[in-house]
């Protein structure tokens, strides 16, 4: 359930805003009573979701066009006044062998995985410098630490994004503004569909996303791994050797859960949709 927060209401602008993840940190932050505005790719769908969520701050963004982006912060900054977090939570998920992957595919990755988060966090901190006050969020994943089979893109998409914001985050460490990653284990929206996760490790559910990015920005740190037993592992497995840490991977189903064992069926409607936005 979400409860009211003791903390100043903050600006929280949101990318990838209309599903999974996105929508589930915006309901999160307006039960905690903060100003929220939400942007995506797919504008029909984004509409839909500011009316279920009750607020009007919403439009049409494509993370990979700095153009786009920099429209979407002055909407929100015209509606709610100046931008005090911005959550880069924008990101897809395809699956399969390397050299099977479309290019086009692979770009895509790139560009909103990566690009999409650079170009959002230098929009950000151009406003925030200036007032040595903001927070940028930007959403990693466990897989930006550990590699999974069948994920080789998206993996190095997430790594890429761990490694800039740290990167940043030392940059800027006396600025006043904050930078965190959030780095979620698997987690049941669309980007999932079609697969069953590894053996003995549950998928965590969208609201605990949520609910680990709202406390991030009560309390700022460096980073919060979600589920606590999922990011537990992929810590320890910093210290395991690779023969052991490649054999326990096999043993969870890891090297064939994004591969073999996919239901690309399940997965077709997911996989138009991003290829098409």
Same mark, same amino acid.
Request: hydrophobic share 40%; with cysteine.
């Given at each position: 359930?979400?409860?009211?927060?003791?903390?100043?209401?903050?600006?929280?602008?949101?990318?990838?805003?209309?599903?999974?993840?996105?929508?589930?940190?915006?309901?999160?932050?307006?039960?905690?009573?903060?100003?929220?505005?939400?942007?995506?790719i797919d504008e029909a769908r984004a509409k839909e979701a500011a009316d279920e969520l009750g607020i009007s701050s919403v439009a049409r963004l494509d993370v990979t066009d700095p153009d786009s982006f920099r429209a979407f912060l002055d909407m929100v900054e015209t509606q709610l006044g100046p931008i005090d977090v911005l959550i880069n939570n924008a990101g897809i998920m395809p699956t399969g062998h390397v050299h099977e992957e479309e290019d086009t595919v692979t770009r895509r990755q790139v560009e909103i995985n990566v690009l999409g988060v650079i170009f959002g966090t230098k929009l950000a901190l151009q406003r925030m410098l200036p007032r040595r006050a903001g927070h940028i969020i930007n959403t990693a994943s466990l897989a930006g630490e550990l590699s999974v089979p069948g994920l080789a893109t998206y993996c190095g998409t997430k790594f890429a994004v761990i490694g800039f914001t740290e990167a940043a985050r030392?940059?800027?460490?006396?600025?006043?503004?904050?930078?965190? !990653?959030?780095?979620?284990?698997?987690?049941?929206?669309?980007?999932?569909?079609? /697969?069953?996760? *590894?053996? %003995?490790?549950?998928? =965590?559910?969208?609201?605990?996303?949520?609910?680990? !990015?709202?406390d991030l920005i009560e309390q700022p740190r460096p980073f919060v791994r979600v /589920?606590?037993? *999922?990011? %537990?592992?992929?810590? =320890?497995?910093?210290?395991?050797?690779?023969?052991?840490?490649t054999a326990l991977g096999s043993a969870l189903g890891t090297d064939s859960v994004f591969l073999d064992d996919v239901d690309m069926g399940a997965r077709q409607a997911y996989l138009e949709r991003i290829r098409n936005s």
């Open positions: 359930m979400t409860r009211p927060t003791l903390f100043p209401a903050k600006t929280i602008a949101i990318t990838g805003g209309a599903r999974g993840i996105g929508y589930q940190t915006a309901k999160e932050l307006i039960g905690r009573g903060h100003r929220v505005a939400i942007g995506d030392q940059e800027y460490r006396k600025s006043g503004v904050c930078l965190s !990653t959030v780095r979620p284990t698997f987690t049941n929206t669309e980007l999932v569909a079609g /697969t069953s996760g *590894a053996k %003995g490790l549950r998928n =965590a559910e969208p609201q605990e996303i949520a609910r680990a !990015t709202a /589920t606590r037993v *999922a990011g %537990g592992m992929v810590a =320890a497995m910093k210290f395991v050797p690779g023969r052991l840490a």
